[in-house]
C-alpha cells in the first residue's frame, strides 16, 4: 500500500481494500524456489552449462537448514508453512515477540533483527512497507550474519539497503541473495547488482502467476457485492498501519 497511501486519505473516512490472500501461495512458492535453487547451486550449473564446463560439486540438503522470515502477515506464514513442509526450521520476525505462534513457533521482534539474524541460513524478507521496514535489512544486519547465509528479498525494495548487501557479498561476508524487489524498477542497466557474486536478479514477478489478473478480478467483485450487500469486506487496510491487521496475532490467512 505504499504507493497508494498519503495522509488525506489516511485522515479521510475512505475504506480501502487490498488483494490480501492472492499472492501468498505464489510468493511462498517462489522463495522456496530460491531457496532450492541456492542450496542445489543451480545457477552456478546453469553458468557452467553455457562455458560447456563439466564441474562435479556437492550441494546443500534444505531439510534442516534454518530460515528467518520477516514479517508475519499472510504471505510470511504462507513460507513458513511451505518450508516447514520440506524440514526446514522457520523462525518469524514481527512487532511483537512471542513463542507458540502456530506457524513460527518462535517471533522475534524485527526492530532487533541484528540479534537473531546469526541464528538462520536464510533470511527472508516478507514486510510491506511502513516507516518500521524501511531500511532494515542494513549493514548492521548483514554483519550479524554467517557466511554461509542466504537473503531473499520479496518484500519491497527499499526495506533493503542494496549499498550494504552489495558491500557484504563483495567482501564474501554472505553466500548469495535473491532479490525480487529493488529500490528503483526496471533496475537500471548500470546497476551494480546485475554483476554482484552470488546476487540472482529476477524482475518483481514472485507473486505473478498464470491467472493472477484473473483472481484478483474474482476477488474485486465479490468485495463489490458485498458492499453492495452492506455486509462486511474482506481485505481491509488499516491505512494508519499501511496493511491488512489481523493475520499477525492469529495467524489467519
Known sequence: M???LFDELRAS?????????VFDRPIAEFVLASILAHAKRLHESMRLQRDHEWAHRETALVRGQRVLV???GGIGREIARLL??????????????????????TVVRSDALAEHVGWA???????????????LLDAAVFAA????????????????????????????????????????EPL?????????????????????????RDRLAEQFVANLRR????????????????YVPGAEATGSP
Open 145 to 184: 550474519m554467517r557466511p554461509e547465509a542466504h537473503v531473499v528479498n520479496i518484500g519491497r525494495g527499499a526495506s533493503l539497503v542494496e549499498a550494504d548487501l552489495l558491500s557484504a557479498l563483495r567482501a564474501g561476508r554472505l553466500a548469495g541473495a535473491s532479490l525480487d524487489v529493488f529500490q528503483t
Open 70 to 72: 520477516v514479517g508475519t
Open 84 to 105: 516447514r513442509a520440506v524440514g526446514c526450521e522457520v523462525r518469524g520476525a514481527g512487532r511483537r515477540e512471542r513463542a507458540a505462534d502456530p506457524d513460527f513457533g
Open 2 to 4: 505504499d504507493s497508494l
Open 188 to 212: 537500471p542497466d548500470d546497476s551494480p547488482l546485475w554483476d554482484a557474486p552470488g546476487l540472482v536478479v529476477s524482475a518483481h514477478l514472485s507473486g505473478d502467476v498464470t491467472g493472477w
Open 121 to 135: 541460513d536464510h533470511l527472508v524478507n516478507a514486510t510491506p512497507l511502513t516507516p518500521a521496514t524501511r531500511g
Open 13 to 21: 473516512p475512505v475504506m480501502v481494500t487490498n488483494a490480501h490472500g
Open 227 to 242: 458492499w453492495r450487500a452492506g455486509e462486511p469486506l474482506t481485505g481491509v487496510v488499516d491505512t494508519r498501519l499501511g
